[in-house]
């Protein structure tokens, strides 16, 4: 009987972190783990994934073909935004959304711009990841 409670125990674990910390979309090939972070965040991860899929689809079958982890702790960009690391090509680092869903998702769009380029192997350079970004807002915040 305690195997049976410890088995049904480890499942709903289990259960309870693949709806906190997966992403999966088998429509679009999205297979994304969310890293758990205890910094403050207003927006839910997937939430800001969902917003891209509906507002800019090209962007969110970008998001699924190059990144497999998004990370809300710092690392390189800060508190405040997001950076990319060459060395991890597939995981982006989102800082703290501020309770701003959409400059979170243009934040995601940036860093994933950067993980194109990494994987192109063409410079890392911020002039075409900013435009990403701001093309995200133009769309999602028209009226």
């Not at 309870?16 to 403050?40: A, E, Q, R, T």
């Not at 497999?68 to 703290?96: A, M």
């Not at 990494?118 to 911020?126: F, G, L």
């Amino acid at each position: 009987m305690k195997k049976v409670k410890l088995l049904i125990l480890a499942f709903l674990l289990l259960l309870f972190l693949l709806s906190k910390f997966f992403y999966y979309d088998p429509n679009f090939g999205c297979n994304i783990f969310i890293v758990p972070s205890f910094l403050p965040s207003n927006n839910n991860t997937k939430n800001i994934l969902k917003m891209i899929k509906k507002g800019a689809p090209d962007d969110y079958l970008r998001i699924c073909q190059y990144v497999s982890v998004i990370n809300k702790n710092p690392s390189c960009g800060g508190l405040d935004g997001g950076c990319f690391q060459p060395t991890k090509p597939r995981t982006i680092y989102i800082g703290n959304d501020q309770g701003n869903i959409a400059m979170s998702g243009a934040l995601v769009i940036h860093e994933v711009c950067h993980a194109i380029q990494a994987s192109e192997k063409r410079p890392m350079t911020e002039r075409e990841c900013y435009s990403a970004g701001n093309s995200y807002l133009n769309i999602v915040t028209k009226y």
